[in-house]
């Protein structure tokens, strides 16, 4: 017993793994909690996009020897406004817009990058996170853009909940439609900045929608959905920290790898929508 | 479909939900169109169309798919702007409007997502709750009773998805009782159901009536139209006829709606009218 705790509690005693187990419970607990309205709304490409195209903005700060966080923030913040005019008003389709921009940014960053002598060890991080190289100043940055995050849910919970499940109702009811569409895209680019230094620009997408995914095909109710969904994402943080520490994983990648596990196990075994019922659904018809 | 920008001065000021229809005009008609015409992306599609109704009247509008039945019920919705003519709902521009209820077509919903039947009901009084405030004790009394009133009363805590077609209609239905709504829209909600249950929602429709509530059904069933309703709009992308079941059904206006789909038989007492376009295709104008 007092081995396994010994075990447990080892990495803690490093003040960066400390850091580290903070950011990522923060990255775990409100990226997810936003995701499950990207997985309801079908907007994972959106999130894809808008976490590539913060690059360019990360590798100018990270050049001129700013906070990482606040060049992501910025570019965040222009990603989401620009994204959300794309899908407004283009005579190609949104998809093949948002897809041209998302690329061609993705591209200017790593250009960039590559005139850099540490060009390898730099792309790596950002691509794939720095877990253990998150510093206090950092976690207060992410701590407060959570705050944001979670206060901003809440208090427009209802509002949200219309504008994803009937446009149309949102509409009627003269809801502010275009500012809470923004809004949403904007708290995407808070997340997706919180998110970039535990798991990297390449893997954020993951903290997106697997652990909404997973809590979608258990639960009933969005209240439900978003509780499954934190608990799944902090939880698997932690269980990738210590894949990390102990198997040398890199950590971003290892709570990937967590997160997507639990989803595989869920989608086989749950009774009510997963593989299970489709096959059930399939030899019925 | 983009719902369509609501004019600037269309913004729903705040004395809105507090005052209750503060822009209703007496004696005016329920809703009033002049010359109203709508384009998309340049091309036609819906001219030349004005009505009168007034409150408690019920009116259907038929004609072939494509012939603009969502376009005209999105124009009197305020969700989509005319490109000519007036729109009043009693006696002001719809945007204004909370009291305007849209149940869209069965396909645009997505009953995979985790609301239960009574939440999806008291989204109709989010406007009426107001922002930062949640539902009281009142609004969910309000929203048992406007189920109770459809014959849902049991069904709160399941999931949409758990529902038949004609009990997921009635949720919308609740949805609309719940908003207090005056001019209520349904988007084909016979689509799909037999005929004790559309017979059920007829009778609602009826309820509603003898509240003075004004009703706008588009639909398919050209003899439900005849039978059930104090007006039929026939609509082919222009409006042919608006009236008396008996003098819109005509020989003619038919012809002109329906070109080669559709065979008149005289058959002693009436007409016999024989129709192949059905249902379920999603309306491109």
């Known amino acids: 017993m007092t081995g396994l705790l010994a075990w447990l509690s080892e990495p ?4 960066f793994m400390v850091r580290g187990l903070w950011a990522s419970l923060i990255v775990g607990i409100v990226v997810p909690l936003l995701g499950t309205y ?9 999130g894809d996009a808008m976490a590539h195209i913060v690059l360019p903005g990360v590798v100018i700060a990270y050049l001129l020897g700013w906070p ?8 965040g913040v222009l990603a989401a406004l620009i994204i959300g005019a794309i899908s407004r008003r283009t005579r190609i389709r949104e998809d093949t817009a948002i897809g041209v921009v998302f690329a061609g940014a993705f591209a200017l960053g790593v250009a960039m990058l590559s ?6 060890v730099d792309l790596a991080h950002i691509l794939f996170g720095n877990l253990l190289g998150v510093s206090n100043s950092d976690l207060r940055l992410m701590a407060v853009l959570s705050g944001i995050v979670l206060l901003t ?16 109702l949102a509409a009627t009811l003269r809801l502010p439609v275009f500012i809470l569409q923004n809004a949403l895209l904007v708290l995407m680019a808070l997340v997706i900045v919180v998110s970039l230094q535990t798991v990297g620009v390449a893997l954020i997408l993951a903290m997106l929608v697997t652990p909404g995914a997973t809590a ?61 019922r489709s096959s059930i659904l399939e030899k019925r018809g | 479909m983009e719902p369509g920008n609501p004019a600037p001065g269309n913004a729903v000021s705040m004395s809105n939900w507090v005052i209750k229809h503060a822009t209703h005009k007496d004696n005016s008609p329920a809703i009033r169109l002049e010359s109203v015409a709508v384009q998309y992306n340049g091309a036609p599609a819906l001219f030349e169309v004005s009505l009168t109704l007034q409150p408690g009247e019920r009116a259907a509008i038929v004609g072939p798919n494509g012939a603009g039945k ?17 729109v009043e709902i009693f006696g002001h521009r719809p945007g204004g409007h909370v009291c305007i209820a849209y149940l869209p077509q069965r396909s645009q919903i997505d009953w995979e997502f985790p609301v239960t039947v009574r939440e999806v009901a008291m989204m109709g009084r989010i406007r009426k709750i107001g922002l930062f405030r949640w539902p009281t004790r009142r609004d969910w009394g309000i929203v048992d009773d406007a189920l109770g009133r459809v014959g849902l009363s049991g069904f709160q805590d399941r999931r949409i998805a758990e529902l038949s077609g004609g009990e997921q209609q009635k949720v919308f239905l609740a949805q609309a009782l719940a908003q207090e709504a ?11 159901l037999d005929m004790p249950t559309q017979g059920s929602i007829l009778d609602i429709l009826d309820e509603l009536r003898a509240a003075r509530v004004t009703a706008i059904v588009a639909t398919h069933d050209l003899n439900l139209a005849a039978e059930r309703f104090d007006r039929v709009l026939l609509l082919q992308r222009r409006l042919i006829a608006f009236g008396a079941p008996a003098q819109v059904f005509t020989r003619p206006n038919l012809m002109l709606a329906y070109g080669g789909h559709v065979h008149v038989l005289p058959d002693g007492e009436g007409l016999m009218i024989l129709t192949d376009t059905c249902c379920e295709g999603d309306e491109v104008a």
């Open chain 1, 12 to 15: 803690f005693s490093y003040p």
């Open chain 1, 38 to 46: 990207v997985v309801l709304r079908g907007m994972a490409f959106f």
């Open chain 1, 68 to 75: 990482i966080t606040l060049g992501a923030l910025v570019a």
């Open chain 1, 115 to 120: 005139l850099q002598r540490s060009y390898a």
């Open chain 1, 153 to 168: 849910i809440g208090a427009f919970y209802k509002e949200f909940l219309v504008m994803s499940f009937d446009p149309t």
């Open chain 1, 216 to 276: 979608y095909l258990v639960t009933r109710r969005l209240p439900s959905m978003m509780a499954v969904a934190s608990i799944l994402g902090a939880a698997s943080a932690i269980c990738g920290l210590y894949l990390s520490f102990y198997w040398n994983f890199a950590s971003g990648p290892a709570i990937v790898l967590v997160e997507t596990a639990v989803f595989v196990v869920v989608f086989i075994m749950a009774p009510s929508r997963g593989w299970r």
């Open chain 2, 70 to 86: 969502t376009s005209l019920m999105q124009v009197i919705a305020g969700t989509l702007r005319p490109s000519a003519g007036s």
């Open chain 2, 182 to 192: 005056e001019v209520i829209l349904l988007d084909e909600p016979f689509n799909g």
